[in-house]
């Protein structure tokens, strides 16, 4: 056997073995789409407002610039209920649910009181700013789209897998997380569970 066809081999192997592991991790977890919607009761909770990661803390502020060039500050949006999006253009799930995320969004009025902000963890984009703004163009998205230039808001959230979404309630308390894609109507489900 020669040396190249036994590279061959144990690269086969290790894939194999990877593909296994990742099969292994995935196995019994839920979609996130299809996952029950837990429903907030405030009033149920510790009304405390120290700012963490916890359901029902407050959610830790930032100020970030979009990609418009505008500042979105999240105590500011006190009041309203807040979808905080965490998304990058090179991953899949984005993708997939960013059409939900504008369908959703267009549909939204002032009498809602709901603001989705999508943040791009630019630091990971390969080419920058110029890979950005060709994707919310293709999509042709119209919500806020503020900038995490250095991931420092995203390491401050604990991201850890794209996408990742917060919901926060009006009092600027996390009441959900959900990891994963999301549709249109999971989107308006868990709006609706929240005060």
């Keep these: 056997?020669?040396?190249?066809?036994?590279?061959?081999?144990?690269?086969?192997?290790?894939i194999g073995a990877l593909i296994f592991?990742?099969?292994?991790?995935?196995?019994?977890?839920?979609?996130?789409?299809?996952?029950?919607?837990?429903?907030v009761h405030p009033e149920d909770a510790l009304q405390g407002e120290e700012e963490?990661?916890?359901?029902?803390s407050a959610a830790p502020d930032f100020t970030l610039e979009?990609?418009?060039?505008e500042t979105v500050t999240l105590s500011e949006l006190k009041g309203k209920k807040v979808i905080l999006n965490?998304?990058?253009?090179?991953?899949?799930?984005?993708?997939?649910?960013?059409?939900h995320m504008e369908s959703f969004y267009s549909k939204l009025t002032d009498e809602?009181?709901?603001?989705?902000?999508?943040?791009?963890?630019?630091?990971?984009?390969?080419?920058?700013l110029g890979e950005v703004e060709t994707f919310v163009?293709?999509?042709?998205?119209?919500?806020?789209?503020?900038?995490?230039?250095?991931?420092?808001?995203?390491?401050?959230?604990?991201?850890?897998?794209?996408?990742?979404?917060y919901m926060i309630d009006t009092q600027g308390r996390i009441a959900?997380?959900?990891i994963g894609p999301l549709d249109e109507k999971a989107l308006n489900e868990l709006v609706d569970s929240m005060d």
């Excluded at 963490?52 to 029902?56: D, F, R, V």
């Design 176 to 178: 959900q997380k959900v």
């Design 66 to 69: 979009t990609l418009a060039g």
């Design 1 to 14: 056997m020669s040396k190249k066809t036994l590279g061959y081999i144990i690269t086969a192997l290790i």
């Design 137 to 165: 163009n293709s999509y042709e998205l119209s919500f806020p789209i503020p900038l995490d230039k250095k991931a420092e808001v995203t390491h401050t959230y604990g991201v850890m897998s794209m996408p990742t979404t």
């Design 21 to 39: 592991i990742m099969v292994q991790n995935t196995v019994g977890q839920k979609d996130p789409v299809e996952a029950p919607i837990t429903q």
């Design 86 to 99: 965490f998304w990058a253009t090179w991953c899949p799930p984005c993708k997939a649910e960013m059409p």
């Design 52 to 56: 963490g990661l916890e359901q029902y």
């Design 112 to 128: 809602d009181q709901v603001e989705l902000i999508a943040v791009n963890v630019t630091e990971s984009e390969r080419r920058g």
